[in-house]
Nanobody, 115 residues
Framework: QVQLVESGGGLVQAGGSLRLSCAVS????????LGWYRQAPGKQRELVAL???????NYADSVKGRFTISRDNTKNMVYLQMNSLKPEDTAVYYCHALSRLRGYWGQGTQVTVSS
């Protein structure tokens, strides 16, 4: 069983930065893939960034060069550093884990970027 708890969301002006954190309970080493997704009002949930157990990362085109995903297996944490934020980044951000072919979601954290 894996549980995920996000934190770090908030209100920021365009051009600003935020760092999202996701605390992972359970065996971090059983998790093959960690990711951040987001869902804006009226839109489908979309992938933002992924990081594998080996540290390979993948990003949505819309955030490449601005966002960085990282994981700390010793602290059971995954992070999303978001720079140069834009109003279109406004959404609820969710942490996701894939462990033994099962997916787990956090409750989400709101990010609002004002223009």
């Amino acid at each position: 069983q894996v549980q995920l708890v996000e934190s770090g969301g908030g209100l920021v002006q365009a051009g600003g930065s935020l760092r999202l954190s996701c605390a992972v309970s359970g065996n971090m080493f059983s998790i093959s893939l960690l990711g951040w997704y987001r869902q804006a009002p009226g839109k489908q949930r979309e992938l933002v960034a992924l990081i594998s157990s080996g540290g390979t990362t993948n990003y949505a085109d819309s955030v490449k060069g601005r966002f960085t995903i990282s994981r700390d297996n010793t602290k059971n944490m995954v992070y999303l550093q978001m720079n140069s934020l834009k109003p279109e980044d406004t959404a609820v951000y969710y942490c996701h884990a894939l462990s033994r072919l099962r997916g787990y979601w956090g409750q989400g954290t709101q990010v609002t970027v004002s223009s």
